[in-house]
């Protein structure tokens, strides 16, 4: 039996037990304690590590970080691949509303009395804004109105000349001579004659203006105004409303005047207003009398110009038209360009109704 100290401790130099103190043990996981037996054991390094990626000062290994790149790469192939089925559908939507528009109104199907009505009514209807030379410029330029009028059941007041010779300036455009005279009622209503045929031309005035002559007829005042078009105007107001001269005019307008204004191209030599087309054709007196005009103004007559039945419109847009013909005559004889509007069926009817020959009485004529 072996021998033993106080309190029975062994003395025979074995190992004293393990003691059943709490604490004396290494905690299970705690550094060099053998840990807890089935669970796997961490260094110090990684519990460091953990704590340094929980608060934000490190990132995870590889291993970790690879899944979350792959799912932000996937969202933002989503996000990419939505932008463009969007775009996509935005785009043919898009696409189809111009589709749907270009083919749903053809031009042939648009009637001719309401295009008419409409292209001119937007800028003859007094609206703020637009003058009465705007708007009168509007409806002299109506293609369409023009083509329902043509020569309005109008007369034609032109006469083909015996002379042989064009007038024209150095580039081959025939000249257009045109005198008036201020005290003269029916030069005011060929004033809206001589405007409205130039300006459906495609040509442009600048410096026209308004005024009212002698009878109390409203009229548009060539005096200070000059025209850029397939022609060259040559306009004078030769006498003013004081009967006096009121303008001067060229040597090539005078000559034309002295040769034309004689029988058999007028009955009353002296008369106004006197138009020379090129030297081919001559109107001595008005295109239509100028009564309906009274008491209209300037942009009551544009205003009415958007109807081709009413009777003002007949007399200035037929009387117009005819101006027109035998400028697109003239033009073609020169073998000059000539306007689109000389391509209207009903330019072109007038044209074939225009004379050919000179009066049987122009004698001597140059």
């Not at 081959?172 to 409205?196: L, R």
């Not at 495609?202 to 078009?229: K, M, V």
């Not at 020379?276 to 007196?285: A, H, K, L, S, W």
């Amino acid at each position: 039996m072996p021998e033993g100290g106080a309190d029975g401790v062994p003395t025979d130099g074995a190992d004293p037990p393990p003691s059943s103190t709490p604490g004396l043990a290494g905690a299970p996981g705690a550094p060099g304690s053998p840990g807890t037996p089935g669970l796997p054991t961490k260094t110090t390094r990684e519990i460091a590590r953990e704590a340094l990626e929980a608060a934000g000062l490190a990132k995870p290994p590889p291993s970790a970080r690879g899944p979350r790149r792959l799912i932000l790469f996937s969202i933002v192939i989503l996000v990419v691949l939505a932008i463009l089925v969007v775009a996509s559908l935005f785009a043919l939507d898009h696409l189809k509303i111009r589709t749907t528009t270009t083919t749903t109104l053809p031009s042939s199907t648009v009637p001719t009395s309401t295009s008419s009505s409409t292209t001119t009514s937007l800028a003859a209807t007094g609206q703020t804004g637009v003058s009465p030379l705007a708007a009168y410029a509007a409806a002299s330029r109506n293609e369409l109105l023009l083509r329902d009028v043509g020569a309005g059941g109008q007369p034609l007041p032109f006469e083909r000349t015996a002379s042989r010779n064009f007038v024209t300036d150095p580039a081959h455009e025939p000249f257009v001579v045109y005198w008036w005279n201020g005290t003269c009622a029916p030069c005011a209503a060929e004033n809206f004659v001589v405007v409205s045929a130039l300006e459906s031309l495609g040509g442009t005035f600048t410096g026209l203006s308004t005024t009212t002559e002698t009878g109390g007829i409203a009229t548009i005042d060539l005096l200070h105004a000059s025209y850029h078009g397939p022609v060259v105007l040559l306009a004078s107001e030769v006498d003013g409303p004081n009967g006096l001269p009121d303008q001067g005019y060229t040597h090539v307008a005078s000559a034309q005047f002295e040769t034309f204004d004689r029988p058999p191209y007028t009955k009353i030599p002296g008369g106004y207003p006197f138009l020379d087309v090129g030297g081919r054709f001559v109107e001595i007196g008005p295109g239509f009398a100028q009564n309906l005009l009274k008491g209209l103004s300037v942009r009551t007559i544009a205003h009415d110009l958007a109807s081709p039945d009413l009777a003002v419109t007949r007399d200035i847009d037929g009387s117009a038209d005819e101006l027109a013909a035998a400028i697109c005559v003239t033009l073609h004889e020169l073998s000059r360009p000539r306007p689109l509007l000389c391509a209207n069926p009903s330019i072109a009817a007038i044209e074939s109704g225009l004379p050919a020959s000179p009066p049987r009485a122009a004698v001597g004529a140059r």
